[in-house]
């Protein structure tokens, strides 16, 4: 989406979860090399179709969001960069200030495909596909990766019963949530003939508080740059064919189950 979508989005989306503590500030409004590819025919014209949420009065913060990146990577230790877009401000932030790269704890990323191919192009998923100059400076930052792909995303699936025990919830947040994914599981299920759209985002906040819920292996992950036919295409070197050492822990898999249970425990915490 573009950028001014996205943070209203945000905005909205922070409201709605009543988490005026959390800080929001604006990323990078085009890939680095790149012309801009969004994804309206996927999830609206805005990115945010279905849910009627008030227009958001919550604000964005004046510092860019590579800033603050590389100001809280420089103040606190211990720091998990968590991505669920294209890796735009992050191989920014490595770039402006290659000090903070041995101070992060970790970058998990919803990004990539093996097995699963694309969901963009026949080769390439979106997130890695938008910017995959970003992905690549990434990837070879030294800085610890784990990567949820497609392969362990279209696991976890918003089946007709999920959505039915967010309906049920009690609160604002649940019968909220069931409504977003109504609206954008009409592109999977007519594309891929599943039961219901899978939940990518999620997979890594989940993978940060269960990660027995998730299995992963270590190997060497490269993107494609350069090609027109494979653009962004993320190169999984399973078997070890190169001499390529591993630079992410690449997850493969994911439990349904325990994965919905741990989303329903947490969205019914929300108003």
């Not at 005026?20 to 990323?27: E, I, Q, R, Y």
């Not at 860019?64 to 990146?69: K, L, N, Q, R, Y």
């Not at 036919?229 to 189950?257: C, Q, S, Y």
Request: charge should be negative; charged fraction near 20%.
């Amino acid at each position: 989406m573009p950028l001014h979508h996205t943070l209203n989005n945000a905005r909205k989306i922070l409201e709605l979860s009543g988490r005026s503590d959390v800080k929001l500030f604006a990323g990078s409004d085009r890939p680095l090399r790149q012309v801009l590819v969004t994804a309206e025919h996927v999830h609206g014209e805005t990115g945010l179709d279905g849910p009627d949420l008030p227009d958001p009065t919550y604000p964005v913060q004046t510092q860019s969001g590579v800033d603050f990146i590389i100001e809280t990577l420089r103040t606190i230790d211990d720091v998990t960069l968590v991505t669920l877009g294209p890796l735009t401000d992050v191989a920014k932030a490595f770039q402006q200030a290659p000090d903070v790269v041995s101070r992060v704890r970790e970058v998990v990323m919803m990004l990539g495909a093996w097995r699963e191919l694309g969901n963009v192009t026949p080769t390439a998923e979106f997130n890695a596909y938008v910017d995959p100059d970003a992905v690549d400076i990434v990837l070879n930052s030294g800085a610890p990766l784990t990567l949820l792909p497609l392969d362990a995303t279209h696991k976890v699936l918003s089946t007709q019963d999920r959505l039915q025990v967010l309906r049920d919830m009690g609160n604002t947040a649940g019968p909220q949530a069931a409504i977003m994914l109504k609206a954008s599981e009409r592109f999977d299920i007519q594309k891929f003939g599943w039961a219901g759209a899978p939940l990518h985002d999620p997979c890594t906040i989940a993978y940060l508080l269960k990660p027995d819920l998730f299995t992963g292996r270590a190997v060497n992950v490269s993107v494609e740059t350069q090609s027109t036919l494979t653009l962004g295409m993320t190169v999984v070197d399973w078997f070890k064919a190169t001499d390529r050492p591993a630079n992410v822990n690449f997850i493969h898999d994911a439990e349904a189950v325990g994965f919905y249970n741990l989303l329903f425990e947490r969205l019914r915490r929300l108003p």
